[in-house]
């Protein structure tokens, strides 16, 4: 792999991937709506930025006859999956329709092209007999909008691989978290939180959701070094879980983040903040892809969060 484009390049998961790609010697390429990139800044993780919605087959063609990629990551994603209620038809749009756009456009370019797309744990969702820790072909039974558009992603990457020969390796990342992820997932929610009762901006209270869920994280330099080799390893037409293996339950991860403080914190339980169909537990079995790739995850979940902690506390109120 000599190029790659990442599309979403300036999201939480794509930063990363692009400094890992470069780490290693590969141009990269990114995506990006914000016109605000033209002009700005030395970014160190992508050689190039092409303004792009990435939201219709001729500007998704325009791109890839621009870079003439080798590989695809496809990381642009509506990937939230609270706020995929508010929105189910965006969400499919966002995720399925621009993703099958992107493989008939590939299709029409040229099949050499590995795409690299991601999925998710929640394209499992949940039923009584499911096996843990779930393997790539355990049963698909998804519990909410989002989980339904990673799912067809994945249906559609199996199809366009054996019926028109597409180069497409799927992957299915559990919960990946690190410095830099936005607000709305569960450890920025978090710690966001602590650092404001650090700074005397708020009372010494967190504000939480549902505690009793169970989630397999990884660390997302953990993660794109699984994709990477994704790329450089997976066999085409296969589905990759990218996972640590184990779940720990929330109130774990509130209890450790909250023991990084000198804070007397007290925990409050907000109910709006329930999802209408939380999955109670998830964790993964990583063993095909370490088979094939030798992939071990470096970070630990306190090392990860306490990196996570630091990187709030070094930013200004306004998150810059
Ligand atoms: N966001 C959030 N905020 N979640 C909370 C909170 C809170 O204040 N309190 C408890 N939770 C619980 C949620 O109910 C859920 O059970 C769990 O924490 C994790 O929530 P998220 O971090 O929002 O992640 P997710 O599991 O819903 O989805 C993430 O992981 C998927 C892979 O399994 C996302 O990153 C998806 O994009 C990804 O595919």
Redesign the pocket.
Known sequence: MKKALITGVNGFVGRYLGLALKKRGITVYGTSRLKRWEKTEQLNFVDEIIISSFSDKEDIKRVINQVEPDVIFHLAAQ????QSWSSPSETILANTMITLLLFESVKEISKSIRIVTIG???EYGHWDGIKFPIVEDEYLNPKNP?AIS?MNVSLFAKEFSSVFGLDIVHLR????IGPGQGA????P??AQQIVEIERKNKKPEII????S?K?DFTDVRDIVEAYVLAAEQGITGQIYNICSGESVE?SHVLKSLISMSSENIVVNIDES???PN??PD?YGSNSKFKALTFWKPQFTLQQTLNDVLNDMRSKRTDGK
């Open positions: 990937s939230n999956v609270r998710s744990s929640e989002y990673k990342p559990f919960n990946h709305g997932f569960v450890v929610d978090f939480v959701g549902n505690l869920a989630r929330i903040k329930f999802r939380d999955i998830y």
